[in-house]
Each structure stands twice: as structure tokens, then as C-alpha cells.
């Protein structure tokens, strides 16, 4: 335990909303927007944070993180765009079916993993489909303060290009949009060669294009410090298997479709978190004994971490072998 | 003998490595002194192709060998003062890719990678690679004026005249160590100066 001040409850503080907006903006993507039950101002965010939203979906309690994509100087209402994917876990499904203006909802504070080095002397963003929503709120930071960027956004095709119409027609200059099925795409090493020193490069998309986008950047000279990428990992399912919760005194099945974390709550035990998807290193977990194989998928620990068998990231990672046994 | 093992020392202390080769598109060398001897080491005509280096002797007579390895762009400057005009301007001008290699003393180092991460570079992504004088850039605490080429412990402030004991407390943003006043409590009793890493 640490010497700071327990919070009563493991996550970010909790905010009550209603929901205030249900915008549907293309065949996928759905713009949801919050305003507080108490009538205050939100806490101020920067570009890049995010908020866990709660579901009560039946018995069943989902909690997903979504980036803050609204205009960050606006205190009175919190908007987040959520593409649906039909073959996910059932988060997104549910904001889609089952959530409408109206609504009263719980979110969580702001957490921002994912943000704007003000030091840098340029901005290029690279957004990949719905990782354009952290942008929406950065572009809208920087142009307050007379920022220097641009953005690269990918996406499959012209109906799906969230937001490309309010962006194209307000930045003009600096957006630059890519549709695949008409065969453009990001020539990035054209795009990262002559940018000038000091520029910041941020990604947010699919793996394989946070990966291209690193691997592209070092193999140019380009300084890890100044690549930037956020990409929240689902927890992928698995077979069940069989933890044990020492300090709690509980042993618990965790389930095919659900995170160890998720197993871990519905067993009634408060155990902490932020981000859910494998970035913010707050559910980090000691493993006290283990017989079998660690699905290590998270962002946060080292390589030896992993390979040591003795730290385990509830959120995203699974276990697979006779027994585990965990300091939670 | 142009390399020194620095004691081990606190947290602020810089540490310096071994100049390597890594990739980008340009490679920018400042270097005083023995400093000609790490960029030797590590330069290869691939390099030097697309190399400027710029060299403040100090008194050593590396120019000509400098000169040979046919970089890009050779500057070969009286001081560092003299040279710090053109390596802002040369870091002004740079592109994303650039790679930047600072070896000699620590003074030379410290100030232009303090140039570096000015121009937008993370100090992490700065090589470095200490030879020649182990003499430390030093600021006094009081006067904050800077006295360079300090190498003993303590020294007298060339700005205020104070006794200064030499710390290993480091300052990124001065490129300096700080010097304390050494005999504050009882003026006058100074301990006799000794090397630094006597």
C-alpha cells in the first residue's frame, strides 16, 4: 500500500450525466454528447484525454473508455463519437441500440494518456477511422493557441469519413484526407522527410498503422520521444480459467467473453483501473503463484515483466495453465 | 590518454556513452578538443556524406585529420562562443531525421545540447561522449556567474571572487555544475584546492 490517500472507489471520480445529444453521423459512427446532471461546468480536459463511460446492460456492467472529442474550452457539454463494431464485445452495440437522448448516465473524469507535447514546433497527426477522435479535440486546442499542424486521416471510404466535411471545410490547408477505396493512401516516409526539427508526430488508429507509423519514424531518424500513439486494446476473449484472490479470500471463473478485471468487479472486488485498455498501468496486479502460460497484451509493463511471471495487467491480459493465484 | 572513468555520483550527474552510428538524414558533430578523437572513431564515408562537423580545436591539432574524412560541411571555430552563432542557425534550418553527436569536455556538451533540445531535440535522443579535460563548467549559486574550465574543488569565483565548493548537482538549462560557497560559516577557512576527482 502506499502512503497516498485511498479513494474510495478504484477509477477515476464519477460524474452523473445526461446524455444530451444522439447524433448518428454515418453508417457506423454515432456522436453522443453529455451534459451534467448538477448543472456545473465539466472538469477542464487537454486533447487526447478520455472518459470511462458505465453500462448497465442488464445484469451486466460495461465499462469503456472513449476519447473526450468535443471542443475542450467548452465546459458544458462532453461529446465522444463511438463506431459500432458488430463483432466487439457489446459496448458499442449497446451505446448504439440502446442509449437515447435523455438518458441518465455515469462517466468518469477525464484521463489524458494521450497528449500534446507543447514543447514541439509542429503537430502531424495521423488518424486511422474512428482514431480521429482524439484529434477532433486536440485540433481545436492548438488552434487557440495559434498551433502549427496538420492532419493525415485515412479512412475506407468517403460515407465513413467521420467528420472529414466539418474538417476539410475548416481547415482547409491543413487536413488532408486519404480514401482507401479510391486507392489513396499515406505516403508517410514522403511525409515524415523534410519536417522540420522539433515536429511531434501522433498516431491514432489500427495496430498495424501505430506500427507502421513507429517503425517508419525510427527507421528515419526520428526520436521515439517524438512519435506519440494511443491505441485502447479490447479485451480479447479466451478460455475461461480459474484465479484466485488472495487478499480478498475468493476464488472466481473468469469468463470466455470478459477481462480478467471485469471477473475480478463481478466478484465484488474493488480492484483499481483507469484506462481499461492496457495504457495507464493503474491496474497493474502482482501475480503470488502460477502454473501455466501468461496472454500478456498490454502496453504498460517491460518486456522482463512479462517474462518474469510476476506482474499481470487485468484489463487486456489472460492466463491459460492449472493455477493462478493473484495479490488482489 | 583522452578518456576518463567518472566516479559513480548522484542522479544529476550527466552520464555520457560511446558515440555510435544511427540512422537519419543528416549527421550534425560538435566536438572541442580530444573530441576529434570519438568522431574518428566513429565515422564512416556513409556518414561523412551527409555530415557537418563543427570543431573548436582548443589547441589540439586534429583539424587536418578532421578535414580528411571529407565530411559534407567543415567549421573549425576559435571558441565555442565564436561557433554557437552557426550551430543555431544550422539546427534552425534541420529537418526531422537529423542526428546529433557532441563529444569533448563537458562544458563544450552540456551547452550545445542544451542549443539541441532548444531546436525541438529530446535530450535522450542527444549522444554524447566525454574526452579530453575533465574541467567542469561551473555557475556560482550566489553571483550566477559562470566560470569555465574549473579543475579543482573548490575554486574561486571568477565573477564574485567567493570560495566555491564543487558540486555534482547539474543544471540541463545553465549547462552547468553548481559551485556553493565553501567557507559561508567561518570566512576564511578554506580547504587547500585538489583536483576534482582527487
Redesign the interface.
Known amino acids: 500500500m502506499s502512503a497516498a490517500p485511498q479513494k474510495a472507489k478504484a477509477g477515476a471520480e464519477r460524474i452523473d450525466v445526461t446524455v444530451s445529444a444522439v447524433v448518428p453521423l454515418n453508417d457506423l459512427v454515432t456522436r453522443f454528447e453529455f451534459q451534467r446532471r448538477d448543472g456545473a461546468d465539466f472538469p477542464p480536459f487537454s486533447g487526447g484525454a478520455h472518459t470511462v463511460v458505465e453500462m448497465k446492460d442488464g445484469d451486466r456492467s460495461r465499462l469503456n473508455p472513449y476519447s473526450l472529442m468535443s471542443d475542450p474550452a467548452d465546459l458544458s457539454t462532453y461529446a465522444i463519437s463511438v463506431r459500432r463494431d458488430d463483432q466487439g464485445r457489446g459496448g458499442s452495440l449497446y451505446m448504439h441500440n440502446n442509449v437515447s437522448q435523455g438518458d441518465d448516465m455515469v462517466i468518469t473524469y477525464p484521463v489524458n494518456l494521450f497528449s500534446l507535447d507543447l514543447?514541439?514546433?509542429k503537430h502531424v497527426f495521423l488518424a486511422g477511422g474512428i482514431g480521429i477522435t482524439p484529434f477532433m479535440a486536440m485540433i481545436e486546442q492548438l488552434e487557440r493557441s495559434n498551433g502549427n499542424w496538420e492532419l493525415h486521416y485515412s479512412v475506407r471510404s468517403a460515407d465513413l469519413g467521420t467528420y472529414t466535411d466539418v474538417l476539410t471545410y475548416k481547415y482547409p490547408n491543413k487536413v488532408h484526407v486519404y480514401i482507401d477505396d479510391q486507392n489513396q493512401a499515406i505516403d508517410l516516409e514522403t511525409l515524415?522527410?523534410?519536417?522540420?526539427?522539433?515536429?511531434h508526430a501522433y498516431v491514432c488508429g489500427p495496430k498495424g498503422m501505430i506500427d507502421w507509423v513507429h517503425a517508419t519514424g525510427?527507421?528515419?531518424?526520428?526520436?521515439?520521444?517524438?512519435v506519440h500513439s494511443e491505441e485502447f486494446l479490447a479485451p480479447a476473449p479466451g478460455e475461461p480459467f480459474e484465479v484466485r484472490l488472495c487478499k480478498s479470500d475468493k476464488t472466481i471463473t473468469v469468463g470466455e467473453n470478459e477481462s480478467l478485471l471485469e471477473a475480478i468487479e463481478r466478484a465484488g472486488v474493488d480492484a483499481p483501473f483507469l484506462c481499461r485498455g492496457g495504457s495507464c498501468g493503474q491496474c497493474e496486479t502482482d501475480v503470488v503463484a502460477s502454473d501455466g502460460e501468461f496472454i500478456h497484451r498490454d502496453h504498460w509493463l517491460e518486456e522482463e515483466d512479462h517474462a518474469s511471471g510476476k506482474k499481470i495487467m487485468p484489463c487486456v491480459s489472460r492466463f491459460i495453465g492449472k493455477q493462478l493465484e493473484l495479490d488482489r | 590518454m583522452s578518456k576518463f572513468d567518472f566516479p559513480p555520483s548522484i542522479k544529476s550527474r550527466p552520464v555520457y556513452g560511446t558515440l555510435t552510428a544511427r540512422e537519419g538524414n543528416g549527421h550534425l558533430f560538435i566536438a572541442d578538443a580530444h573530441g576529434a578523437e570519438a568522431i574518428l572513431d566513429v565515422a564512416t564515408p556513409e556518414m561523412m556524406a551527409n555530415a557537418h562537423i563543427i570543431y573548436i580545436p582548443r589547441g589540439e591539432s586534429f583539424g587536418d585529420k578532421l578535414r580528411a574524412l571529407n565530411p559534407a560541411q567543415y567549421y573549425e571555430g576559435p571558441s565555442y562562443a565564436a561557433s554557437v552563432t552557426r550551430i543555431q542557425r544550422v539546427l534552425q534550418d534541420a529537418k526531422m531525421g537529423l542526428q546529433v553527436y557532441l563529444t569533448g569536455t563537458e562544458g563544450l556538451m552540456g551547452q550545445a545540447q542544451n542549443e539541441a533540445m532548444q531546436a525541438g531535440i529530446p535530450h535522450t535522443a542527444i549522444q554524447t561522449e566525454h574526452r579530453g579535460s575533465v574541467a567542469r563548467r561551473m555557475q556560482c549559486v550566489h553571483c550566477k556567474g559562470i566560470t569555465e574550465d574549473v579543475e579543482t574543488d573548490p575554486f574561486v569565483c571568477s565573477h564574485c571572487g567567493l570560495n566555491l565548493f564543487v558540486r555534482d548537482h547539474y543544471s540541463r538549462r545553465l549547462a552547468a555544475y553548481q559551485g556553493v560557497c565553501i567557507d559561508a560559516e567561518d570566512p576564511g577557512n578554506v580547504p587547500a584546492a585538489k583536483g576534482i576527482y582527487e
Request: zero cysteines; proline letters at 10%; a neutral charge.
Open positions: 514543447r514541439a514546433k515524415l522527410d523534410g519536417q522540420p526539427l522539433g515536429t525510427s527507421k528515419m531518424g526520428w526520436p521515439d520521444e517524438n
